[in-house]
């Protein structure tokens, strides 16, 4: 656990909400929604935040102005292909804190996308990093390969080396179809670790659900810099979600994580997304889906009665959040149903909790229950005139 908490304490997020978000089916931003994401990733504490290249639209050209004017405490970047029209158009905006550069390095994006080959792409490379180099020396200058996994470790290499001496900040290793195992991330940028003197940044698709887990290896491995977007948004299915790289982070330091980030933003960010790009948040979703934090079995209620962190890794207060016990349903237990009737000011001796609990469960293998149900026999069977000793059973409600 210490060797793990070490490889990561310096980690900064990349979140690209605003550029690979944008590339969700459902995300057409208005300038209010960017400054509204923007401002509340910045209050949230990311250390970058990436925009949309300026040369897509005169939408995006002006929003990433304006969001360059906002004096936010992230570093703001915009993302270009490695083409000089691209470039001049992102140097052109004042208060821009970066530059990354990608390009497709596998055999099919070189062929069926800009038909260049690795010595071209090289060359291509140095004046564009020579041309921010040298009009704003200020720039941070990230170069990305894209679709890292399935390109020639060898070219990779190459490219990668050229780049760095070239001096870039940081290199990008992208798994832009979602392809790569967490073993293959760890090898990939334990490897990167060793050749470049540049930060490692991770870009992680998650079609095949393994974002999260390689964003993790990345950094163990080495990397400093991971990329994510509110919920995952993004091409196809999406990257690395902002939540769930918390949780994972969380998980193994918490308070490294409290103290780098107002976790307690986090359920606003995702409700505004989600809003936003007219989704609900997913039910299982990490820290905000609506199951994230309700305990449902009678063993399960009754240890987190007992002590929270019996079955939580995340503790909802941290968020802002708090815990659900669910008690209408079969698999409710005694303490459960004494935990609900002393939330309603109740109190029933242990054989009648056996009884009621037991009478719940019954009557839950035939209907659905809801919360009111429950109370409403807990509230019968705690009328009973006491000191009768009758253990009659109160009717239930629609008869019984
Ligand atoms: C894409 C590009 C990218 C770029 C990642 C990066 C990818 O939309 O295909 O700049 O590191 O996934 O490769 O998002
Ligand atoms: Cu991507």
Redesign the pocket.
């Known amino acids: 656990m210490k060797r793990e908490t070490a490889a990561i304490k310096g980690f900064k997020i990349i979140d690209s909400t605003l550029r690979?978000g944008e590339?969700f089916v459902g995300a057409n931003f208005t300038t209010g929604q960017k400054i509204d994401i923007a401002c509340t990733l910045d209050e949230f504490g990311v250390e970058y935040i990436e925009l949309t290249s300026p040369v897509v639209s005169p939408r995006s050209f002006q929003d990433l102005r304006i969001i360059c004017t906002l004096g936010l405490s992230a570093v703001v970047l915009t993302?270009i292909r490695c083409r000089e029209e691209d470039a001049i158009r992102a140097l052109e905006v004042e208060g821009l804190g970066g530059v990354?550069i990608?390009i497709g390095t596998s055999s099919p994006l070189r062929r069926f996308s800009h038909g260049l080959d690795i010595p071209e792409i090289i060359d291509r490379a140095r004046e564009i990093i020579t041309l921010i180099r040298e009009s704003r020396p200020e720039l941070e200058v990230r170069f990305?390969t894209?679709?890292s996994f399935r390109s020639s470790r060898e070219d990779l290499l190459r490219i990668y080396r050229a780049v760095d001496e070239l001096g870039v900040d940081r290199v990008?290793v992208?798994?832009?179809v979602g392809i790569a195992t967490p073993f293959q991330v760890y090898e990939l940028v334990a490897v990167l670790r060793r050749e470049v003197r540049a930060e490692i940044?991770f870009?992680g698709?998650n079609d095949t659900g393994c974002a999260i887990a390689n964003s993790y290896a990345a950094l163990l491995a080495g990397a400093d810099c991971v990329?994510t977007s509110v919920l995952g948004i993004?091409?196809r299915n999406g990257?690395t979600s902002l939540g769930g790289l918390i949780a994972r982070l969380y998980a193994l330091d918490p308070e490294l994580i409290k103290g780098k980030y107002n976790l307690r933003l986090l359920p606003r960010l995702d409700a505004m997304v989600a809003d936003i790009v007219g989704v609900d948040i997913p039910f299982n979703n990490y820290i905000t889906g609506i199951a994230a934090f309700t305990h449902k079995a009678g063993i399960h209620a009754k240890a987190i009665l007992n002590e929270p962190s019996t079955y939580e890794v995340l503790r909802p207060e941290d968020f802002g959040l708090t815990r659900y016990i669910s008690i209408a349903h079969r698999l409710t237990g005694r303490n459960a149903i004494r935990w609900r009737a002393e939330q309603l000011g109740l109190k029933l001796d242990e054989d009648e909790l056996q009884e009621v609990t037991a009478h719940i469960k019954t009557l839950a293998d035939g209907q659905h229950l809801s919360l009111d149900d429950v109370d409403a026999i807990i509230r019968r069977w705690a009328k009973r005139a006491p000191g009768t000793g009758a253990r009659g059973r109160p009717a239930a409600k629609g008869g019984t």
């Open positions: 690979e590339q993302h990354d990608v990305s894209e679709d990008g992208a798994d832009t940044e870009h698709h990329d993004g091409e990257i």
